[in-house]
């Protein structure tokens, strides 16, 4: 595996303001989701199946609204690694994670090399 450089001013820059707008993306999808994620209420005179399918698209909402709340953690710690000097380096090898990678997901801890090893371990 090629050696990856580290992070220049621009990409972390670069990086930063992606993070920063995922952050508002995320923040305005969970407030948005919240109705769609909200409890059926039970009693509403609607059909059997009806009832199925809205407590079904409850299930569906409550996962992403899951999903999207361990993301925006995700990225909110990234914008502290930032701050603390820490960001761009993987958590597993203390290597520098490439821009591209970050680029590509801007709150991951780990290189590919890092990932490579954690799904190693994880299938062993």
Not at 13 to 38: K, P, V, W
Not at 63 to 91: N, T
Request: with cysteine; hydrophobic share 40%.
């Amino acid at each position: 595996m090629p050696d990856v450089e580290e992070l220049t001013a621009a990409q972390l820059d670069e990086l930063r303001r992606d993070l920063e707008a995922l952050e508002t993306e995320l923040s305005a999808q969970l407030t948005l989701g919240s109705d769609a994620a909200s409890t059926v209420n039970l009693d509403e005179p609607i059909g059997r199946l009806s009832r199925i399918d809205a407590l079904a698209q409850q299930q569906v909402a409550r996962a992403g609204q899951q999903a999207a709340k361990r993301r925006l953690e995700q990225v909110r710690a990234a914008l502290r690694r930032i701050a603390d000097g820490d960001y761009g380096y993987c958590a597993r090898t203390d290597e520098p994670i490439g821009f591209r990678r970050l680029k590509a997901r801007p709150e991951t801890t780990l290189s590919l090399a890092g990932q490579a090893e954690a799904e190693a371990r994880g299938r062993s």
